[in-house]
């Protein structure tokens, strides 16, 4: 009778083990080599620190952020200035200038999160709203090492002044095992329906809903 009593208690064990291993969040392989949860991780900047991305091309030759101003209670708007639309002048990446490191971005450990995440919305292109603008715009959230100018991980979201195309959520996977700078991007998706003579555009950018803000501060500001 004891022997009975053994096998069912062992029994009931493995079938209570069993139902709370099947509660738990399965781990899944990343592609950096990384586990992670199930339940995706996504990051955000808040509008204070979306105000204090500093670094972009300074050369009136180049495309580059003439003003960048807090947006109400959330969210920031950018006035960018793309000088024509010729090779070199479509493209602009505006990032923060820290110092991170493996996994890291100024001390905060990122590899804790899977996705970095952004909303944008076009507002104005020089100053002028409307669906007859045929112009498109393309915008990320950008992570990664982009000290030497190239967009290393970011997730392209096509924006026109069409109203159901105005604004679009960016969410680029953290992918990159050395992570220094963080913040967007944007460059012209069809360069010969933009103004030879240049444009200014009007940029929101917020952070994503539903995502966590980054416990992050940016390092010095470059001059």
């Not at 592609?31 to 979306?50: I, K, M, P, R």
């Not at 715009?137 to 096509?158: F, M, N, Q, R």
């Not at 026109?160 to 998706?189: C, D, F, K, V, Y």
Request: glycine share 12%; hydrophobic share 40%.
């Amino acid at each position: 009778m004891n022997r009975d009593l053994t096998l069912v208690c062992l029994l009931a064990m493995m079938l209570f083990g069993g139902a709370c291993r099947q509660g738990e969040p399965q781990a899944k392989e990343r592609s950096d080599g990384a586990y992670a949860t199930a339940s995706t991780t996504v990051a955000t900047l808040s509008s204070e620190q979306l105000l204090t991305l500093d670094r972009g091309w300074r050369s009136p030759s180049r495309p580059r952020v003439l003003n960048q101003r807090a947006a109400g209670d959330s969210g920031v708007i950018f006035d960018i200035r793309f000088p024509s639309n010729e090779p070199g002048h479509r493209a602009i990446t505006y990032v923060s200038s820290g110092s991170g490191g493996r996994m890291a971005l100024v001390g905060v450990d990122v590899g804790a999160y899977e996705t970095f995440a952004l909303k944008f919305t076009l507002v104005s292109i020089d100053g002028a709203v409307g669906e007859k603008f045929a112009q498109e715009l393309v915008v990320g959230a950008v992570i990664g090492p982009t000290t030497d100018g190239k967009v290393s991980g970011y997730e392209p979201v096509t924006l026109s002044l069409a109203p159901q195309r105005m604004t679009g959520r960016s969410e680029t996977r953290i992918g990159t095992q050395n992570i220094r700078e963080i913040g967007i991007h944007a460059h012209m998706a069809n360069p010969k329906a933009w103004s030879s003579k240049g444009c200014t555009v009007t940029l929101r950018v917020e952070p994503a809903d539903g995502a966590t803000a980054l416990p992050w501060s940016p390092g010095a500001v470059e001059q």
